[in-house]
C-alpha cells in the first residue's frame, strides 16, 4: 500500500532529528566546548527530545520510525509491506539531507566546524578500533528497536507511552556513546551531514552496525514476544 502522507510524515520527522540533533551539537561547539558533561547531556537531550516530540507528532500517521534501522526490521517482520518500506527510507534520506543543508545556510562556518554533526567514526577511547565502534552501534540499535517492538509494536504495551519511552532510549544512547562512536544507531541522521560536509570516513559502520543490530532486535522480539499476543488475540 503506497501511503504519501506517511512518506511525508517519515521526511518531516527525520528533518526534526537531523536538524535538532546536529544544530546541538554546532551549539556546543559554538561555546567552544570539546567534549564536557555539560555538552554531551545538551546533545542528548536535543536528539532523545526530539525523537520523542516527533513520535507523538506522527506515530500515529507513519508509526514515526525517523529510521531506516527501524524500518528495515519492520518490513523484515512484515509490520509494514516493501513498497511503503522502500518509501519511508527513501523519505527519512531526503528529510536528513534536507536538514543538513538547512544548517549550511543558516550556520556556514560554525557548522562546517563541527563538520555539521556528523559522526567521525570510533574514538580514542575505543583505540579508534572500528570493530570496538561496530559492536558499540550494533548493541545500542538493538536496544532502540527493541524498545520500540515492545512499547510501539507490542499488542499489550501501556499506551501513551512510546514516545517518552523510546525517546529516553536515545537519550541513554547518546549520553553514553557521543563519546564513543558519536551516537549514530541512524543511518539517516549520519548520511545527510556525511553529504552536506563531504566527510566520509566509517560512513559505512554508520549503515551496517545499526541495521544488523536492528534486524536482530526486530526478529527476537516480534517472533518471540509480539507474535505470540497477536495470535492469541
Do not use: C
Not at 113 to 139: H, M, W
Not at 143 to 151: Q, S
Not at 176 to 202: C, D, H, K, M, Q
Amino acid at each position: 500500500m503506497v501511503n504519501p502522507r506517511a512518506y511525508l510524515a517519515e521526511g518531516i520527522a527525520t528533518y526534526a532529528l537531523v536538524f535538532f540533533g546536529p544544530l546541538s551539537v554546532i551549539v556546543a561547539v559554538s561555546f567552544g566546548e570539546v567534549l564536557t558533561t555539560q555538552s554531551v547531556l545538551f546533545i542528548a537531550l536535543a536528539h532523545g527530545g526530539a525523537i520523542a516530540l516527533m513520535i507523538y507528532a506522527f506515530g500515529h500517521v507513519s508509526g514515526a520510525h525517523i529510521n531506516p534501522a527501524v524500518t528495515i526490521p519492520m518490513m523484515i517482520t512484515k509490520k509494514i509491506g516493501i513498497i511503503d518500506g522502500i518509501g519511508y527510507i527513501a523519505s527519512q534520506l531526503i528529510g536528513a539531507v534536507a536538514a543538513a543543508a538547512t544548517l549550511k545556510v543558516i550556520l556556514p562556518e560554525l557548522g562546517a566546524k563541527a563538520i555539521f554533526g556528523v559522526q567521525r567514526g570510533p574514538s580514542e577511547l575505543l583505540n579508534k578500533s572500528v570493530e570496538s565502534g561496530f559492536l558499540v552501534e550494533a548493541i545500542l540499535t538493538f536496544f532502540l528497536v527493541l524498545v520500540i517492538f515492545m512499547t510501539a509494536v507490542h499488542k499489550k504495551a501501556s499506551p501513551g507511552w512510546a514516545g517518552f519511552t523510546i525517546g529516553g532510549m536515545v537519550f541513554l544512547i547518546h549520553l553514553v556513546a557521543i563519546p564513543l562512536t558519536g551516537a549514530s544507531v541512524n543511518p539517516a541522521r549520519t548520511f545527510g551531514p556525511a553529504l552536506i560536509s563531504g566527510f566520509w570516513e566509517y560512513h559505512w559502520m554508520y549503515w551496517a552496525a545499526p541495521i544488523l543490530g536492528g534486524i536482530i532486535a526486530g526478529l527476537i522480539m516480534n517472533y518471540v514476544y509480539v507474535n505470540k499476543v497477536e495470535k492469541e488475540a
